[in-house]
């Protein structure tokens, strides 16, 4: 069974940090992007950050590259998305997501990942 959990979120000022977590199982990690998406209250999921490491290709939203980072520990079964500088446009549910076939053009469209998590809330807020 897969499964993919995401924790780190709460609430932070502007201009501060967050590290959030999805830990996977069920899955053999390096055979698989890994992305992260935000859903605010009312909207769709935006794509945040990507990551695949068969074709080595990692890609960001323009609205936090430079901010965010996004990385992968295939040895834990984790991936990480490191938010800093927040802004007050951040505040969304942060969901992480899988995919076992997709190619860089695919890699910002949520219908493209076969697997998502639950996901963490941060609220962005001073």
């Known amino acids: 069974q897969v499964q993919l959990v995401e924790s780190g979120g709460g609430l932070v000022q502007p201009g501060g940090s967050l590290r959030l977590s999805c830990a996977v199982s069920?899955?053999?990690?390096?055979?698989?992007?890994l992305a992260w998406f935000r859903q605010a209250p009312g909207k769709g999921r935006e794509f945040v950050a990507a990551?695949?490491?068969?074709?080595?290709?990692?890609i960001y939203a323009d609205s936090v590259k430079g901010r965010f980072t996004i990385s992968r520990d295939n040895a834990k079964n984790t991936v990480i998305l490191q938010m800093n500088n927040l802004e007050d446009g951040g505040t969304a549910v942060y969901l992480c997501?899988?995919?076992?076939?997709?190619?860089?053009?695919?890699?910002?469209?949520?219908?493209?990942?076969?697997?998502w998590g639950q996901g963490t809330q941060v609220t962005v807020s001073s």
């Open positions: 997501a899988a995919a076992g076939s997709i190619d860089v053009a695919q890699l910002r469209s949520p219908a493209a990942y076969d697997y």
């Open positions: 069920g899955l053999t990690l390096r055979r698989y992007a």
């Open positions: 990551n695949n490491q068969r074709s080595g290709s990692t």
